[in-house]
C-alpha cells in the first residue's frame, strides 16, 4: 500500500542524543568542551604549516587539508546540536536540513580520499625513498592535484546525492538524530527510494571501500618493504611515521562501516547515533594529539612558536 498524507515538508525536527533532561548540562558541557578543543587543536595544525617554512612538505600539506576538513566536518553538526541542547529548539528548515546533509557526506568523502593521499605519501616516502622528490617535487604539483582531485570528488558526490534527495516526505518529519543524515532521510520518504539505495550502494563503494583498500594495500608494501630489509632502527622509525596514520585509518574507516555497510533494526538507533558521536565529534578532537605527538617537526614547530609567544610577551 501507498503511504498517505504526503505533504511539502518546510522544516524537520531533531530529536538529538537520546539523553534524560537532568544530563543535558553535563552533555552540553562535554560536547562543548570536545568541539572547542576540534577547533582550536586543528587551526593550530593549520596555523603551524602555514607559519613554518620546514613544515612546508607534501606530508604536511595533506595534513593542513585534513585538519581544515576536520574542523568544517565536526562544524556540520556539532553547534547545531549545541544549540538545541541549550534552547530545546529541534526544529531545522527543510533548506538547512539539505544542506547539511549535502556538506556531511562532502567532509565524510573529502576525509577518505585524504587519508588515501596520505597512505600513498607515505608509501612513496617509505618504499621509495629516492624517488620521493622526483614524484612529490613543487614544480609537478602532484600533491597538489591529488588534494584537488580529492575535492572535485567529494563535491560532486555531495551534489549526487544532494539531487536525488528532492523526494516527497509524509507528515511524519521527525528525525531520530542529532544531524540530517542521508539514510535517516530516506527512511522518512513517501516517494520510490529504490534509485538512492543502488546509488548509495555502489557508490559508496567507491568512495569509502576502494580508498580503504588504497590505504591497506599502501601499508602492507610498507610492512613488506620493512620485513625485507629487517632493521630495528628502520621499522621503528616506519611504525612511528605510520602509526599515527593506521590509528586514524581503524577509528574513522571502521566507523563508517559500521553504519552504512552493516545492516540496522530500529532497536539500534541508539547505538547508531552513539557510533555517529564517535567519528562526528571524538575522532576529528583526537586527530590534533595523534597526528602532533608523533610528528617530530610539529613538535619542534609548536615549541618555536612557543618560544615566540614568551619573547613577545616579555
Not at 578543543?37 to 607559519?51: D, E, F, K, P, S
Not at 541542547?85 to 536540513?97: A, E, F, K, R, W
Not at 600513498?120 to 613543487?138: F, G, S
Not at 596514520?245 to 533494526?265: D, H, K, Q
Request: glycine share 4%; proline share 4%.
Amino acid at each position: 500500500m501507498k503511504r498517505e498524507n504526503k505533504s511539502s515538508v518546510s522544516e524537520f525536527l531533531l530529536l538529538g542524543l537520546p539523553i534524560w533532561s537532568e544530563q543535558q548540562g553535563t552533555f552540553f558541557t562535554l560536547f562543548l568542551g570536545m568541539y572547542l578543543t576540534t577547533v582550536l587543536g586543528n587551526l593550530l595544525i593549520i596555523l603551524l604549516i602555514r607559519l613554518d617554512p620546514c613544515l612546508h612538505t607534501p606530508k604536511d600539506f595533506f595534513l593542513g587539508h585534513l585538519a581544515f576538513s576536520d574542523v568544517s566536518f565536526s562544524s556540520v553538526s556539532v553547534p547545531n546540536t549545541l544549540r538545541n541542547m541549550q534552547t530545546q529548539h529541534l526544529s531545522i528548515p527543510y533548506v538547512g536540513c539539505i544542506s547539511q546533509m549535502y556538506f556531511f557526506i562532502l567532509f565524510v568523502c573529502l576525509d577518505n580520499f585524504l587519508l588515501a593521499v596520505m597512505a600513498y605519501d607515505r608509501y612513496v616516502a617509505i618504499c621509495q625513498p629516492l624517488h620521493y622528490i622526483t614524484v612529490m617535487r613543487e614544480e609537478l604539483c602532484i600533491f597538489i592535484l591529488l588534494v584537488a582531485g580529492s575535492w572535485l570528488l567529494s563535491c560532486a558526490d555531495a551534489l549526487l546525492h544532494t539531487l536525488l534527495s528532492h523526494l516527497s516526505f509524509c507528515t511524519d518529519n521527525t528525525i531520530p538524530h542529532f544531524f540530517c543524515d542521508l539514510t535517516t532521510l530516506l527512511k522518512l520518504t513517501c516517494s520510490d527510494t529504490s534509485l538512492n539505495e543502488l546509488v548509495i550502494f555502489t557508490e559508496w563503494g567507491v568512495v569509502a571501500f576502494l580508498p580503504c583498500c588504497a590505504i591497506l594495500g599502501s601499508y602492507i608494501r610498507i610492512g613488506a618493504t620493512m620485513l625485507s630489509v629487517p632493521s630495528i632502527k628502520r621499522i621503528c622509525k616506519a611504525l612511528s611515521t605510520c602509526g599515527s596514520y593506521l590509528l586514524m585509518v581503524f577509528l574513522y574507516c571502521g566507523t563508517l562501516e559500521m553504519i552504512y555497510f552493516i545492516p540496522s533494526s530500529n532497536n539500534s538507533k541508539v547505538k547508531d547515533i552513539i557510533v555517529s558521536v564517535r567519528y562526528t565529534v571524538v575522532t576529528p578532537m583526537l586527530n590534533p594529539f595523534i597526528y602532533t605527538l608523533r610528528n617530530r617537526d610539529m613538535k619542534l614547530a609548536l615549541g618555536i612558536l612557543y618560544s615566540r609567544k614568551i619573547i613577545f610577551a616579555k
